[in-house]
């Protein structure tokens, strides 16, 4: 298994402003520049499902795995023989919000999927953050 994460402690945006930000999966690629759509039908809660098309990749079917409204919510994307799981969470800090992306691969294939999917979003992690930080906090 492999897993990387990327924190920012911020005092831009809040948890609330964070989640409504994430939880509006139809307009991600409004703030998210590495995707073409997003698209959820019903509810951002668990056990849904949306469906995203990366600029540069075919679209991919993405489970809700967790969710915890205002702290934290955990996506599930399936590929032969391998898992990726991206974790985000938002927490209250004296110093400011702290909020956590990580993203854990798992499977027989995960090296694979580690090198040609997962270690792309990690590299991004530092602006993709800084940009929904900048977006959420107009919310």
Known sequence: MW?????????AATKE??????????????WDDGIEYARLDGKFEKGNHFLLKPRNGPKVKIELFDIVPNKKFV????????????????EETPEGLKITTTMTVSGALGFLWKKIVAQDIVNGLPTDMENQIQVASKL
């Open 3 to 11: 897993s990387q994460s990327h924190t920012i402690v911020t005092k």
């Open 17 to 30: 402003q964070m989640w409504k930000l994430f939880a509006d999966v139809n307009n991600w690629h409004t």
């Open 75 to 90: 996506d599930l994307t399936r590929f032969p023989l391998a898992k990726m799981y991206g974790e985000h969470t938002f």
